[in-house]
């Protein structure tokens, strides 16, 4: 059993760290600073455009994309130590490097299902990074825990598809880049497979009938390096049949392809979220002394400090084995284990964040620091790509299964 990571993926992890090191950490707070003197918050800050300049003059573009055609042609094994690297600065990092949710997600679509005119006028840009992007499912009206419950209409008129709707949280929508939303709706809403009611179409964002509502807060926070998460209203806009991606009733299963790399990049992420938090951790607890001796010096700070390493070492191994069958088996092979990591990471590392809060006291809670940022997004990611109990269940079912 060999753990060591092969040449091209230590190749991009040197060249990945250090570019973190001289040029990401360090954007940080200057993308702070620059913010407030933006005439909207939703604006690219200049040192991410810079940034995004840089990594693709390095190499470091599209790392996510395993398809040589259009990304780095890395598998899952691979990319995984490059996503827990860019998750130690989520808002940065992937975004500089082309790799950030959901433009991810809608490429992969793009690439896998789009046809060749989708791919000309959508994929392209995305790839070059010259546009955004949104992926449209969630509504605010039903449990969207379950897709088929998903009420958006999708119908046909003629050589047009009238889409009428509400949906929220759509990630990235209130960047003024965003020119394309892939909205999943019903094109057969009384057909008898409820997982083949649903379709999936490009429209694009200036199309008359959709309206950008609101920008949703998460914690109180905006998200605005990633595009922010907004509310969209679809009353009665048209386009052609021609932006259906893939088949009429393909729109379940499209979701379930694009939803498999999501999960485990979520993960990969969380995971270098977890090593800055202990990071950080360990830099307060050696520096700061409470009755009488260093936090370090303080057992209970000891045990959350072990207790995350230990943590973080099992959840590495479990993403790690996930992304291998991923590339071994397929997505299908490997569902148990997708599952499995994105029920583990999330709590884990939510845990993590906590502890790392309280140790940093009132400064944890404080906009000095990464950890309240990082801690949202953490904890939205036990909601996001299907909450944890819906992925319990049906882990549950199929263990079960094996017994009845």
């Known amino acids: 059993m060999d753990f060591a990571f092969d040449a091209r993926t230590e190749e991009l992890r040197a060249k990945l760290l250090a570019f973190m090191d001289e040029y990401v950490y360090p954007a940080e707070r200057i993308a702070h600073e620059q913010r407030a003197e933006l005439a909207s918050p939703w604006e690219t800050v200049p040192v991410v455009e810079e940034l995004k300049a840089?990594?693709?003059?390095?190499?470091?573009?599209?790392?996510?994309?395993?398809?040589?055609?259009?990304?780095?042609?890395?598998?899952?094994?691979?990319?995984?130590?490059?996503?827990?690297?860019?998750?130690?600065?989520?808002?940065?990092?992937?975004?500089?490097t082309n790799c950030a949710a959901p433009d991810t997600g809608n490429m992969e679509v793009l690439a896998q299902f789009g046809d060749e005119?989708?791919?000309?006028?959508?994929?392209?840009?995305?790839?070059?990074?010259?546009i955004r992007s949104a992926f449209a499912m969630t509504e605010p009206d039903v449990a969207s825990s379950d897709a088929t419950n998903i009420t958006t209409h999708i119908e046909r008129d003629g050589d047009e598809y009238v889409i009428t709707g509400?949906?929220?949280?759509?990630?990235?929508?209130?960047?003024?880049?965003?020119?394309?939303?892939?909205?999943?709706?019903?094109?057969?809403?009384?057909?008898?497979?409820?997982?083949?009611?649903q379709s999936m179409v490009l429209v694009p964002r200036d199309t008359p009938?959709?309206?950008?509502?609101?920008?949703m807060?998460?914690?109180g926070y905006e998200d605005h390096y990633h595009g922010g998460h907004a509310e969209v209203i679809f009353d009665h806009a048209r386009v052609p049949v021609s932006n259906l991606i893939g088949e009429e009733g393909g729109g379940f299963a499209i979701a379930q392809a694009r939803?498999?790399?999501?999960?485990?990049?979520?993960?990969?992420?969380?995971?270098?979220?977890a090593e800055r938090a202990i990071e950080l951790m360990c830099r307060?607890?050696?520096?700061?002394?409470?009755?009488?001796?260093?936090?370090?010096?303080?057992?209970?700070?000891?045990?959350?400090?072990?207790?995350?390493?230990?943590?973080?070492?099992?959840?590495?191994?479990?993403?790690?084995?996930t992304a291998w069958m991923m590339d071994t088996v397929g997505n299908r092979g490997a569902h148990t284990e997708i599952q499995a990591i994105k029920i583990a990471t999330p709590r884990t590392v939510v845990g993590i964040l906590d502890r790392a809060i309280q140790l940093y006291g009132a400064g944890g809670v404080s906009q000095d620091f990464p950890l309240a940022e990082l801690y949202a997004g953490a904890r939205t990611l036990m909601i996001a790509d299907g909450p944890d109990e819906v992925h319990q269940r049906s882990l549950a079912r199929r263990e079960l299964k094996k017994y009845r």
């Open 166 to 197: 509400r949906k929220w949280y759509i990630s990235g929508a209130m960047h003024p880049d965003c020119k394309i939303f892939i909205v999943m709706g019903k094109t057969d809403p009384d057909g008898p497979d409820i997982r083949r009611q």
């Open 217 to 219: 807060q998460v914690f």
């Open 54 to 96: 840089e990594a693709r003059r390095q190499g470091l573009w599209n790392l996510f994309l395993p398809d040589e055609e259009y990304g780095a042609g890395l598998t899952n094994l691979q990319y995984a130590p490059l996503a827990e690297i860019m998750g130690r600065s989520p808002q940065i990092a992937p975004t500089v």
């Open 259 to 273: 939803l498999g790399p999501g999960r485990i990049h979520h993960c990969m992420r969380l995971i270098g979220m």
């Open 117 to 130: 005119a989708q791919k000309k006028q959508w994929l392209e840009p995305l790839l070059a990074g010259e």
């Open 284 to 321: 307060r607890a050696v520096s700061r002394d409470a009755f009488g001796k260093a936090l370090a010096q303080q057992g209970v700070v000891q045990n959350w400090i072990a207790d995350a390493r230990v943590a973080v070492e099992q959840l590495r191994l479990l993403v790690l084995k």
């Open 209 to 215: 009938g959709v309206t950008v509502k609101r920008a």
